[in-house]
T-cell receptor, first 113, second 115 residues
Framework: GDSVTQMEGPVTLSEEAFLTINCTYT??????LFWYVQYPGEGLQLLLK?????DKGSNKGFEATYRKETTSFHLEKGSVQVSDSAVYFC????????????FGGGTRLMVKP | DVKVTQSSRYLVKRTGEKVFLECVQD?????MFWYRQDPGLGLRLIYF???????EKGDIPEGYSVSREKKERFSLILESASTNQTSMYLC??????????????FGPGTRLTVL
């Protein structure tokens, strides 16, 4: 079945450092790929998405590129802020069931001033 | 603004109790979902519903049931709570027309502790 694997955390960075959170997936066909973010005490909210190969999703300075050849969707940000401290989830929705999501295990990011 | 609300942020129950978790959405969405969130395991789908009175099992339905009597409300029921059901429970919704790239909208979660 479909699955998503992302790097375990926590990831601890200093403010203004470069962030990469790795995400790889297993799925048939061409799933849509997502990054969701969960700030402390809140539910998940969509951060960015990509629906086809080589698409780049971006939002709030975060970026991720849909790489079909490596089945990856790594999240990057050039300069993190303390306010980026949160849990980040990589997810996919299958090509055949666009309203369903399969999530990775989540990666906690802590940014220190 | 899109809104999914859950009846409680925190709940503490005893083993064997019957537990109801309520979720309400105001977006007229047909699809509603219940997940549990555990560290390192991400979110796992318990049940989902694509219409009133309709339900489908997700990946981990054992020990849970659901009820959808009205379009806006989706309830998760623990018939006899056990300690291994201590977790964060998240409700989500989206439109029946949701297709490629369409997001699910999440509530704030209910942290359930079973003693």
């Amino acid at each position: 079945g479909d699955s998503v694997t992302q790097m375990e955390g926590p990831v601890t960075l200093s403010e203004e450092a470069f962030l990469t959170i790795n995400c790889t997936y297993t799925a048939t066909g061409y799933p849509s790929l997502f990054w969701y973010v969960q700030y402390p005490g809140e539910g998940l909210q969509l951060l960015l998405k990509a629906t086809k190969a080589d698409d780049k999703g971006s939002n709030k300075g975060f970026e991720a590129t849909y790489r079909k050849e490596t089945t990856s969707f790594h999240l990057e940000k050039g300069s993190v802020q303390v306010s980026d401290s949160a849990v980040y989830f990589c997810a996919l929705s299958p090509e055949y069931a666009g309203n369903m999501l399969t999530f990775g295990g989540g990666t906690r990011l802590m940014v220190k001033p | 603004d899109v809104k999914v609300t859950q009846s409680s942020r925190y709940l503490v129950k005893r083993t064997g109790e019957k537990v109801f978790l309520e979720c309400v959405q105001d977006m007229d969405h047909e699809n509603m979902f219940w997940y549990r969130q555990d560290p390192g395991l991400g979110l796992r789908l318990i049940y989902f519903s694509y219409d009133v009175k309709m339900k489908e099992k997700g990946d981990i339905p054992e020990g849970y049931s659901v009820s959808r009597e009205k379009k806006e409300r989706f309830s998760l029921i623990l018939e006899s709570a056990s300690t291994n059901q201590t977790s964060m429970y998240l409700c989500a919704s989206n439109s029946r027309l949701a297709g490629r790239g369409d997001e699910q909208f999440f509530g704030p979660g209910t942290r359930l502790t079973v003693l």
